[in-house]
């Protein structure tokens, strides 16, 4: 059974900074792409950022481009989402997930999500 436990959100100022964390088990890590997607209420999940198996190459939404980092450590089994200069429309539950395959801007394409962390930016 994949199991994948994001922590590290909660509330902060805008402009403000979170990492979020998101360790996985059940799975060799590293065969798996990574994600990280977002859904604010009413709204639909959207892509945030992806790394590949080796964390070679980095993908990311043009709004968190250049705000947001995407990184992951195979040997500790977790995928991170470092947030800076963030801003009220960042507010969302924030979720992990991995595809078997490779990286992807689309949701369906992942196989395996968390149950995800709320994040709230405070104007």
């Known amino acids: 059974q994949v199991q994948l436990v994001e922590s590290g959100g909660g509330l902060v100022q805008a402009g403000g900074s979170l990492r979020l964390s998101c360790a996985a088990s059940g799975r060799t890590f590293s065969s798996d792409a990574m994600g990280w997607f977002r859904q604010a209420p009413g709204k639909e999940r959207e892509f945030v950022a992806a790394?590949?198996?080796?964390?070679?190459?980095?993908y990311y939404a043009d709004p968190v481009k250049d705000r947001f980092s995407i990184s992951r450590d195979n040997v500790k089994n977790t995928v991170y989402l470092q947030m800076n200069s963030l801003k009220p429309e960042d507010t969302a539950v924030y979720y992990c997930?991995?595809?078997?395959?490779?990286?992807?801007?689309?949701?369906?394409?992942?196989?395996?999500w968390g149950q995800g962390t709320q994040v709230t930016v405070s104007s």
């Open positions: 997930a991995a595809a078997k395959s490779r990286p992807s801007y689309h949701y369906t394409a992942y196989d395996y």
């Open positions: 790394i590949r198996r080796s964390g070679g190459s980095t």
